[in-house]
């Protein structure tokens, strides 16, 4: 072990030692979400951007190439918070590594490369989650509590709205496979882990209005689901007040609700949510090294459960295709 690397152990003070990749927008959100962790320190990031590198805090070792964070200071594991075009390659090189790995959602453009991901992992014998980190909102938590517990009855609709302020940058939008890929994943996989239903059926309308390149600015999306109830999606990109994400439950014997990231105070339930989210991959790191169990351990989103989002999000944009298609003048 160098010099460098002894410094980097020691800083961490006995917390989980995080490596970074990625130092934009959202990598520069989790080391936010985790500055006054107690458990969790990160002490190393990469980012081919040297401006972004320069806007790390000091006590953070940087480097320009994955390889180069890996052979130069002790990781526990890492978080994937890189372009979603380059989820995949930098997850085959974590595998390699057999570093166990958080990526940050959806874990590739595609359904496809979130197997690649899978396997690659399960080759390795390497931990993988995904971070849909609604799992880790405390009033959704006690919300699906309430409905496994039967509390709502049986579950007739599940209403999901994620409206975020504004746009992002054409840079990200351009790399982040649209409206449904980039922003649709998160409610899918919602609606999955709230009521315990697959969906089996998809219908989608978006509008016109401001369409990028073909990614349209809102979509909403009706689906069938398993266990006999029913789902909607409403996902848009302008919303002057804020970011906003709510969600209703309607059940036989009562209804709830929860707008759960509100216009103007949304940072504190969404860090709060990364936190949490990242002690729990800490947590099961530890205990698959103690020789537990080789899931997440019951709390987080596995690669799986990202695999069947992706699959949700590609009969949108297939439907999208389709009334495109339908809507254009005959030659």
Known sequence: MDDASVMT??????????????????????????????????????DPSESARANLPRSIRTFSRLDEMLGGCELDGVIVAAPTDRHVEVVRGLTAARVPILCEKPCGLTAEQTEECARAAEEA?????????????????????????????????????????????????????GIFVDMGVHEFDQVRWLTRQEFVTVDVVVSRLGENLGDPDCGQLIAELDGGATALVSLGRWHPDGDSCKVE??????????????????????????????????????????????????????????????????????????ASSDRAPSA
């Open 125 to 177: 014998g390497c931990l993988l989650q995904v971070a849909y980190w609604r799992r880790f909102v405390p009033e959704l938590q006690a919300l699906r509590e309430r409905i496994v517990a039967g509390e709502l009855g049986e579950i007739l609709a599940v209403n999901c709205y994620q409206w975020d302020e504004s746009p992002p940058p054409v840079e990200f939008r351009d790399r982040s496979g």
């Open 249 to 322: 439950v309607f059940g036989t014997a009562g209804t709830a609700s929860s707008w759960f990231l509100r216009p103007g105070d949304g940072n504190a339930v969404f860090w709060q949510a990364l936190r949490g989210q990242a002690e729990h991959f800490a947590r099961s790191v530890a205990a698959r090294a103690d020789g537990g169990a080789r899931s997440d351990g019951g709390g987080g989103a596995n690669v799986g459960d990202a695999v069947i989002a992706l699959k949700v999000a590609e009969l949108a944009v297939d439907r999208v295709a389709r």
């Open 9 to 46: 152990s020691a800083s961490a003070n006995g917390r989980f030692r995080l490596g970074l990749v990625g130092a934009g927008r959202m990598g520069r959100t989790h080391l936010g979400a985790l500055g006054d962790s107690s458990q969790i320190a990160v002490v190393a990031a990469t």
